[in-house]
């Protein structure tokens, strides 16, 4: 184990898995197809469905899928980007999203994080 302490951060990391994988089997190391269906399916009209991403991932491309299949592409689907000076954008879209039965889909929360405590008295 001496030899993981002069390891670059992402070659632990590797060899970490590669351990893990033998030792106890590749379910551990992969994460579960993500479902959309089964989450839209648990979801309710007043709870956000909340997307935890990797780098690089994007679930944009299913959730204009799951839209087109429930009708609320379109206008009905609206997306936006956070960001600096957003956040009441953002408001005006959620209410006029819940009086309308629109879908709004925020983008880059990690950029406004300050905003999201706002979410709850929206």
Not at 27 to 46: K, N, Q, T, V, W
Not at 78 to 91: P, T, V, Y
Not at 102 to 122: F, G, K, P
């Amino acid at each position: 184990m001496m030899l993981l302490k002069f390891l670059r951060e992402e070659r632990m990391i590797f060899f970490i898995k590669e351990f893990v994988k033998t030792e106890l089997g590749p379910i551990f190391i992969e994460s579960p197809p993500f479902d959309l269906d089964g989450a839209y399916e648990d979801s309710r009209s007043m709870t956000p469905i909340i997307f935890v991403l990797s780098p690089g991932a994007s679930p944009i491309e299913q959730l204009i899928s799951l839209a087109k299949e429930h009708d609320m592409d379109g206008p009905r689907f609206k997306i936006l980007s956070l960001g600096r000076g957003q956040g009441k954008i953002a408001e005006k879209m959620i209410e006029n999203g819940r009086r309308n039965g629109e879908w709004i889909c925020l983008q880059n929360c990690h950029l406004a994080a300050s905003w999201m405590s706002e979410l709850e008295r929206i």
